[in-house]
Structure formats: C-alpha cells, structure tokens
C-alpha cells in the first residue's frame, strides 16, 4: 500500500462517519477523484482543478474540453465531474415529482425549481395540470428564448391543447438576476394569458426563479392585469 492508498482510505473514512461537512472543497475533490484516478495522488489534480476554474461550482461547469485540458485529468474523470453534478438535479427533480398535486405557488415553485438547477440559458418550462389540479406533465417551451413570443406561445397553445389541459403554469429562470419580473416577462406572460384563454386553458400563474428564491406572479397580485 502507498501513502496515497492510505491517504485514501483515510478521506473514506472520514466521509463515511462525518459526511461532507467537515470537508473543504478541495478535499471532497480530491475524494471524488479518488473513484475515477487509480494509484495517483489526486490531492494536486484538486489544487490544479480549483485554480483553474477558481472554485468547486467552476468545476463542475466546466466542459469536457475544459476539463481534459488540465494535464492529469483524462476523459473518465472529466466525465465523472461532469456526472456529479447532474446525478445531483436528477435526484432533486426525483424528490419534486412526489408532488402530484399543485395546491399553491409554494407546490408550484418546490416542482419546478429543481428543473432549473446548473443552467446557465433562460429555460422556459409548462406545467400542465388537469380540472383537479393534478400534474399532467412538465414540459420544456424554449430556451434562451424568452423574447421569441410568437415562437414559444405557439407551442405553448400546441402542448396545453395536445394533454388536454384545464389550466397550465408557466416558468423561466433568470440566471444571473434577481427572482424579478421584466417589462418583456410581463409582456411575455400577458400574451400567454390572452392566447390560452382563447381555447379555454387557464394560465394560472408565473413562476420566475433565480438561484434558490423564485417569485409568483399570481402571489403579487398581477395576474388579473392580463385580462385587459
């Protein structure tokens, strides 16, 4: 056994009996490592990561290119990092699906907000519910596509039409904002309103997240503007 296997097990051990807690970011790093670079100190491959990419978040959105840049990390280890990340929004997205039933903008926002961990575009999202407010199904309108108004609430019209919804809420992200309404989201969710209306389908709500807060457009009390 080398220092490093034993520097290993010791990592393991730790993460076993106290979790990730008492962990800095570099040594969970160095942990993750561990399970995709055999018989090598990974403890420097952590250093190099972190300085690269400036933090544990950096790493995890870098690309794959990104990441076999770095001398030492091949294609298995990139692809892990990469994993990581995205094994954690499923298991998030896993946990809100349990929600079968959207009684409030609190249901509406704990449903949809997982959906939008790690993206860096804004996201468009419909939540489809039926005359007894169970989920239908979610589905992505768009992507960085926000302003394209004739191109999302047509498939908005289409998708809400096609699973038979009663009423439908809508969702988008603001990435690197604050969890506020724009003149254009405004815009945007006055003609939703007006064109599921048209066939009958009502828009209940607007869900705008960023990071880990989102806002209601029904809560604040805006929503009936749109019928005018």
Same mark, same amino acid.
């Given at each position: /056994?080398?220092?490093?296997? %034993?520097?290993?097990?010791?990592?393991?051990?730790?993460?076993?009996?106290?979790?990730?807690? $008492?962990?800095? &970011?570099?040594?969970?790093?160095?942990?993750?490592?561990?399970? =995709?670079?055999?018989?090598?100190?990974? @403890?420097?491959?952590?250093?190099?990561?972190?300085?690269?990419?400036?933090?544990? $978040? %950096?790493?995890?959105?870098?690309?794959?290119?990104?990441?076999?840049?770095?001398?030492?990390?091949?294609?298995?280890?990139?692809?892990?990092?990469?994993?990581?990340?995205?094994?954690?929004?499923?298991?998030?997205?896993?946990?809100?699906?349990?929600?079968?039933?959207?009684?409030?903008?609190?249901?509406? %926002?704990?449903?949809?907000?997982?959906?939008?961990?790690?993206?860096?575009?804004?996201?468009?999202?419909?939540?489809?519910?039926?005359?007894?407010?169970?989920?239908?199904?979610?589905?992505? /309108?768009?992507?960085?596509?926000?302003?394209?108004?004739?191109?999302?609430?047509?498939?908005?019209?289409?998708?809400?039409?096609?699973?038979? =919804?009663?009423?439908?809420?809508?969702?988008?992200?603001?990435?690197?904002?604050? =969890?506020?309404? $724009?003149?254009? &989201? @405004? @815009?945007?969710?006055?003609?939703?309103?007006?064109?599921?209306?048209?066939?009958?389908?009502?828009?209940?709500?607007?869900?705008?997240?960023?990071?880990?807060?989102?806002?209601?457009?029904?809560?604040?009390?805006? /929503?009936? /503007?749109?019928?005018?």
């Amino acid at each position: /056994m080398s220092i490093h296997d %034993g520097h290993r097990d010791r990592l393991r051990e730790r993460f076993t009996e106290h979790g990730l807690d $008492s962990f800095s &970011d570099l040594n969970a790093l160095e942990l993750l490592l561990c399970y =995709a670079i055999p018989r090598r100190d990974t @403890n420097e491959l952590a250093h190099r990561l972190l300085n690269t990419f400036g933090s544990l $978040s %950096g790493v995890f959105e870098a690309s794959l290119q990104e990441l076999t840049s770095i001398p030492g990390i091949g294609s298995s280890a990139a692809v892990l990092l990469m994993l990581a990340p995205q094994i954690t929004k499923k298991s998030l997205v896993s946990k809100a699906n349990s929600i079968k039933i959207i009684n409030s903008s609190a249901d509406a %926002g704990n449903y949809l907000m997982p959906r939008f961990v790690g993206e860096h575009d804004e996201v468009v999202l419909m939540l489809c519910l039926d005359n007894k407010r169970s989920v239908i199904c979610c589905r992505e /309108m768009g992507r960085g596509v926000v302003n394209s108004v004739d191109t999302s609430i047509r498939r908005i019209v289409e998708t809400a039409l096609k699973v038979k =919804a009663s009423s439908v809420i809508i969702a988008h992200n603001h990435p690197n904002g604050i =969890a506020l309404p $724009s003149r254009e &989201d @405004n @815009n945007f969710t006055r003609c939703v309103y007006r064109s599921l209306n048209m066939i009958g389908i009502h828009l209940e709500d607007h869900i705008i997240v960023a990071g880990d807060e989102f806002i209601s457009l029904a809560d604040s009390g805006v /929503m009936h /503007m749109y019928k005018y």
